[in-house]
């Protein structure tokens, strides 16, 4: 088949056929989430070269690492406009919020993903509350304080246990949830006397505790139509039976079972579109990824959050379920054509599991040398998060180290396909949980 249509033409970037050239990609970031899309978008028919910046060891077998930190917007652009990049699709947050695609476009570079204005609707946290407001997206009631004292008099707004989070981009360590006054006023002071996250903590959100289930939709959206992809589930403490600190993600299955039809509608209905409209209405230029994190409530879903980015390690367990070659998604994104591109899934249970280092999410060793990694079975995926090449041989380099990925026609054969296969590979201080997927 020969696929031929436009690559967009929007602000004065040349005219562009899928079909005629083969693209050279560029995937900013070097997790298992990159790993992944580098491995998906691998088998695009529309893709000649794959550059990763910064990659991994994983990411170094199917494509070629450049030694460009995910966040120096600048070299990214040089190296892309020098290499001559048709597509650049980006991981991470850090560089979105800094403004990367906006840089891109203004050196006439194909990216994808939200504008610097959009990224807001991630980089502060008050930003995305002010936003659901004012579209009347169902979220948490809160307050938007900017000293300690305003802090302490808007705590007696709230009933405990409540939530306190800093406003800007904390890594995912910037939010507390309060059990006490004291807790709560202790929270504030680490947030804006010690200033525990700099910058990110100028401002804080004071946040209505949501009781519920937790889950979370991936979209694609461009600037006329937001389409969610299938459903996952993520499990965020470090142990067994949703115990011990947050973590990044211990690990992912899909399809989400807690995610039924019923909720998808409603979803769609008074979250998605009005988020939608809302991005319309302020003008944003949104053509990417929107991942919403939602709490089902008594009342209905209620959005905790927007991340304008895919999700790790959600999207270790969606993308294998894409049929769509995923290169001419993001093009039709590109032209504000999504509504019109027909995106097939297909019904495989799919499971990750993570392999972190013993300490995660504290202090934990790295250099531990891995083995194994080649002796899982043929149709298991492994994608490095926290990996290193040491001595020509791999080491763990991170919290998160390897998600061990199996795809097959029921949750419960993904699940012990997952698990033997986790056996296989070997490190010193290994540690991941026994449960993913078998609530
Ligand atoms: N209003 C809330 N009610 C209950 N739990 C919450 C609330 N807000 C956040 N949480 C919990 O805290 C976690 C982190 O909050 P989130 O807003 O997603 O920030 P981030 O991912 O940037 O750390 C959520 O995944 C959820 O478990
Ligand atoms: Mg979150």
């Keep these: 088949m020969t696929v031929y249509f436009e690559f967009y033409k929007c602000r004065g970037i040349d005219y562009f056929k899928i079909g005629d050239d083969f693209l050279k990609i560029l995937v900013v970031g070097s997790g298992g989430r990159e790993h992944t899309l580098v491995w998906k978008l691998a088998q695009s028919s529309h893709v000649d070269e794959i550059y990763c910046a910064p990659g991994n060891p994983g990411i170094a077998e199917i494509a070629t690492c450049v030694d460009i930190n995910a966040e120096n917007v600048a070299e990214l652009v040089e190296f892309s406009r020098e290499m001559k990049i048709d597509l650049t699709i980006v991981g991470p947050e850090v560089p979105l919020v800094l403004g990367i695609v906006d840089a891109f476009r203004d050196a006439k570079l194909r990216i994808i993903g939200p504008t610097k204005q959009a990224a807001e609707l991630e980089g502060s946290k008050s930003y995305s509350k002010h936003f659901m407001n004012k579209y009347n997206i169902p979220t948490a009631k809160f307050d938007e304080i900017n000293t300690l004292e305003k802090g302490k008099i808007a705590l007696g707004n ?58 979370s939709v991936l979209c694609f959206i461009d600037n006329n139509s937001i389409i969610p992809m299938v459903s996952s589930q993520d499990h965020k403490r470090i142990l067994d039976g949703d115990k011990g600190p947050n973590t990044g993600g211990m690990g992912t299955y899909s399809p989400n079972y807690v995610y039924t039809k019923e909720i998808e509608r409603q979803v769609e209905r008074e979250i998605l579109l009005p988020t939608l409209n809302g991005i319309k209405s302020e003008g944003m230029d949104y053509r990417g990824i929107i991942f919403i994190g939602l709490m089902i409530t008594k009342e209905g ?33 590109l032209e504000n054509k999504l509504s019109k591109t027909k995106i097939d899934w297909n019904n495989k249970a799919v499971v990750c599991v993570v392999l972190a280092s ?81 609530k």
């Design 358 to 438: 013993k300490g995660y999410p504290e202090k934990y060793e790295k250099g531990k040398v891995i083995e194994g990694i080649k002796n899982v079975d043929d149709d298991i995926l492994v994608f490095h998060s926290g990996t290193a090449m040491k001595e020509g041989k791999i080491v763990t380099n991170g919290g998160r180290v390897l998600g061990v990925t199996a795809r097959a026609n029921t949750l419960k054969e993904a699940i012990s396909k997952a698990y033997r296969n986790v056996e296989k590979v070997k490190f010193e201080g290994k540690v991941f949980r026994t449960d993913i997927a078998k």
């Design 158 to 215: 709230y009933s405990y246990p409540v939530v306190i989070k800093a406003d800007g981009l904390a890594a995912g360590k910037g939010v507390f949830i309060c059990n006490s006054l004291s807790e709560a006023e202790a929270s504030l002071e680490t947030i804006m006397k010690d200033n525990a996250f700099g910058d990110a903590g100028s401002k804080v959100v004071i946040e209505e505790f949501l009781e519920g289930i937790e889950t």
């Design 301 to 333: 879903p209620k959005v905790l959050e927007y991340n304008v980015r895919l999700g790790d390690p959600e999207t270790q367990v969606v993308l294998p379920r894409l049929e769509t070659d995923l290169v001419e998604i993001f093009n039709a994104m």
